[in-house]
């Protein structure tokens, strides 16, 4: 397999749906859509997305079928990078290299572009109703895996740890559960999407969900090692580099990367994507 090809390709494809689905830029009132815009096409990956269509294309399903669950996630994942960048969360001017959405349309309409993703998100989910061979409970039990991913429990609980901070006994529960919360939670969800879209068999769900969690502490920490190695950490907060070291979080991270390979066993060499992405995380610059 070429990865990186692999990687453009679904990108382009997940583009050109996103493209399609938004809101025009002009359509009124303007000023929310280009900031929808904006956020959404500001230089992502796609990796969540991609991981969904992955995940169903190794269960045998087309990708094209996919296509609206995958761009879904992104809308949520972009939804959570807009409110994290606000003032009131992590206060950051930048992301990807580019001025925060809130510094380009203020912070109101930040705040409301990123509502107006999520509840596109979920409407872009809904689109699966149309696919004939998606069933219905299919489609209900993927509303209640994402909407259980971005709850209380998981990405918007782990925000609210992160603002706290509360006194901890334990720093490495508390950082593993705060990862879990903010960031594998909607990674493992995008692989469980594809997962569920494709009808897997239990043991196949249970296997690739090792796999999620796995790759979504690894690749927090992964984050946390490249901003200390490119000193652009923000010091008011622990990380796992910060408070273990590098070479402890280097270790640590390469363990999660061989318990998520070992846990892609049982489709023995049809994971290629899947074993080449665990990779890809260890290794990444950024």
Known sequence: MDFKKYLNDKKSLIDQELDLYLPMEDADPSIIHKAMHYSVFSGGKRIRPILTLATAELLGMDIKNALHTACGIELIHTFS??????????????????????????????????????????????????????????????????????????????????????????????????????????????????????????????????????IGLAFQITDDILDMMQDQRNKNKITYPGEFGLKTAKIDSEELIKEAKGALKIFNDKADFLYEFADYIFLRQR
């Open 81 to 214: 990078l807009i409110h994290d960048d606000l003032p009131c969360m992590d206060d950051d001017d930048f992301r990807r290299g580019k001025p925060s959405c809130h510094k380009v349309y203020g912070e109101a309409i930040a705040l409301l572009a990123g509502d107006a993703l999520l509840v596109h998100a979920y409407k872009m989910i809904l689109k699966n109703t149309e696919i004939k061979k998606i069933k219905k409970n299919t489609i209900l039990n993927l509303f209640d895996e994402m909407t259980r991913c971005v709850d209380t429990e998981n990405m918007l609980g782990g925000q609210v740890k992160d603002i706290i901070q509360e006194k901890m006994e334990d720093k490495k529960v508390f950082l593993c559960n705060l990862y879990k919360q903010k960031t594998s939670a909607l990674i493992c969800a995008s692989i469980r999407a594809g997962a569920i879209l494709a009808e897997a068999k239990k043991k196949e769900i249970k296997a690739l969900t090792k796999y999620g969690e796995c």
